[in-house]
């Protein structure tokens, strides 16, 4: 902190000196910002403005401190404009006056610049991710889909990109189709919105951390369909499991829920008395996790109602065996146990 006083001291008494050393002006910026003093940072920048109405960096230097630290996105975005009057050729300039839209709100107008950047400097860091979430929040999922496609794998930051992209495409445009009963929609959006994920090679991806992802967007769909009562969307949930068991084959927890979400879905079946369906889905939860109880007990009502009474007692004893209190007394009832 000492290091940083004297050169606050240093940069002070230089642009006292000279007031018109724009450059010293400009670099003393951080200095500011590092010791806290926001405010201070923002009369130096406006001074020099006043100064030097045409050196562009002083336009971008303050639309930062705005948009950044003191989250005024609609005071940033004149200045960054004013910033690109004189240098329309810095493409990090469109890309934090597409921030700043964005911030706002305005999606459309945040694409506009974004692809403007783009044109300028394709490489700019998470350029692709910020133009994808534009796209998204401007109602064109395609795009949305083909931005984020472009991601570099090996980029550091391009697992939490590929996670946040998850969360808020599937999160707005998946849990709406499956409200209305449309679940052929919902798992025609599922697909696009994962590929550009599972389109990584296995060697590059967190494929735990994806796994949790999809976990816990399947998750968000379960109180939609108990609350409108949409059996099958349970397609989409059992599909989200099912890649995420792939990709973290060694979690048994991942493949508990799986199991639990296939059982639920011959529940349903059960309470429309289609008894059939219903068996076939206990059985695959019983294929997933054999030490999930549930699975047996849905299996042993599905064998009672269509009187496959061996079927019945062999299910109920699994589901005891498992602890599943409800299975002993049943047992306890008819003497075997």
């Given amino acids: 902190?000492?290091?940083?006083?004297?050169?606050?001291?240093?940069?002070?008494?230089?642009?006292?000196?000279?007031p018109d050393y724009d450059a010293a002006r400009h670099a003393s910026i951080?200095?500011?910002?590092?010791?806290?003093?926001?405010?201070?940072?923002v009369k130096i920048l406006e001074e020099g403005i006043r100064i030097s109405p045409d050196?562009?960096?002083?336009?971008?230097?303050?639309?930062?401190?705005?948009l950044q630290q003191l989250d005024r996105p609609n005071a940033a975005i004149p200045i960054y404009r004013k910033g690109l009057q004189l240098n329309p050729s810095w493409a990090k300039g469109y890309g934090v006056l597409a921030s700043s839209y964005m911030r706002i709100g305005n999606p459309s107008e945040a694409i506009h610049y974004y692809e403007k950047a783009q044109e300028l400097a394709a490489d700019l860091t998470g350029?692709?991710?910020n133009l994808a979430m534009a796209y998204l929040l401007n109602g064109d999922i395609h795009r949305g889909t083909q931005a984020m496609a472009a991601l570099t794998p090996h980029d550091p930051e391009a697992m939490d990109f590929y996670l946040t992209w998850l969360d808020n495409a599937g999160s707005m445009y998946v849990g709406e189709p499956i409200k209305q009963g449309d679940i052929g929609k919902a798992l025609n959006l599922v697909e696009p919105l994962l590929s550009p994920i599972m389109s990584v090679p296995m060697r590059k991806?967190?494929?735990?951390?994806?796994?949790?992802?999809?976990?816990?967007?399947?998750?968000?769909?379960?109180p939609i369909m108990d609350e409108y009562d949409v059996l099958e969307g349970y397609d989409v949930v059992i599909y989200l499991f099912e890649l995420a068991t792939q990709l973290d084959e060694s979690n048994?927890?991942?493949r508990r829920y799986l199991a639990v979400m296939?059982?639920?879905?011959g529940r349903y079946y059960n309470r429309r008395e289609r008894?059939?369906?219903?068996?076939?889905?206990?059985?695959?939860?019983?294929?997933?996790?054999?030490?999930?109880?549930?699975?047996?007990?849905?299996?042993?009502?599905?064998?009672?109602?269509?009187?496959?009474?061996?079927?019945?007692?062999?299910?109920?004893?699994?589901?005891?065996?498992?602890?599943?209190?409800?299975?002993?007394?049943?047992?306890?009832?008819?003497?075997?146990?």
């Fill in 252 to 254: 048994s927890g991942l």
């Fill in 127 to 129: 350029l692709e991710f």
């Fill in 55 to 66: 050196y562009w960096q002083f336009y971008f230097a303050l639309g930062d401190i705005y």
């Fill in 205 to 222: 991806l967190n494929s735990e951390k994806v796994a949790q992802s999809l976990m816990l967007l399947a998750i968000q769909y379960r």
């Fill in 275 to 337: 008894y059939r369906e219903g068996l076939t889905w206990a059985e695959k939860s019983i294929e997933v996790d054999n030490t999930y109880d549930d699975g047996w007990m849905t299996a042993f009502v599905c064998h009672s109602k269509l009187g496959n009474k061996h079927d019945c007692i062999y299910c109920a004893e699994q589901a005891a065996r498992l602890g599943n209190a409800h299975a002993v007394q049943f047992l306890r009832q008819i003497g075997r146990y």
């Fill in 30 to 41: 951080e200095v500011y910002q590092e010791l806290g003093l926001t405010q201070e940072a």
């Fill in 1 to 18: 902190m000492e290091a940083w006083q004297e050169a606050r001291l240093a940069f002070e008494e230089t642009l006292r000196l000279k």
């Fill in 262 to 265: 296939i059982s639920n879905k």
